[in-house]
């Protein structure tokens, strides 16, 4: 019922940007908070920035000051915007949503590749 697909990954040079999008459908309810998670081979899956409905957001200390994340209601879209990119962030890059519809929970997207190169 629930689908959350993210896009926009790709292969970028260091000092590049790039722009992830999530989009969420289905038959729901509300959305609350929704997230972008990473992880590269071998590394656990970390949080990178994640935005309330309200629009709090929260970042992980590495990646403040150059990634932005944002969310469009109206859409059920979250979007997280990527500046200064270094190798360390290469990773798969998955989108989460705390969603309310017929079964509420937390619900996974399958992924994104953001590969950068140095």
């Known amino acids: 019922q629930v689908r959350v697909v993210e896009s926009g990954g790709g292969l970028v040079q260091a000092g590049g940007s790039l722009r992830l999008s999530c989009a969420a459908s289905?038959?729901?309810?509300?959305?609350?908070?929704m997230g972008w998670y990473r992880q590269a081979p071998g590394k656990q899956r970390e949080l990178v920035a994640s935005?309330?409905?309200?629009?709090?957001?929260n970042y992980a200390d590495s990646v403040k000051g150059r990634f932005t994340i944002s969310r469009d209601n109206a859409k059920n879209t979250v979007y997280l915007q990527m500046n200064s990119l270094k190798p360390e962030d290469t990773a798969v890059y998955y989108c989460?949503?705390?969603?309310?519809?017929?079964?509420?929970?937390?619900?996974w997207g399958q992924g994104t590749q953001v590969t950068v190169s140095s």
């Open positions: 989460n949503a705390d969603i309310m519809a017929f079964r509420s929970g937390t619900y």
């Open positions: 289905g038959n729901i309810i509300s959305i609350n908070a």
């Open positions: 935005i309330t409905g309200r629009g709090s957001t």
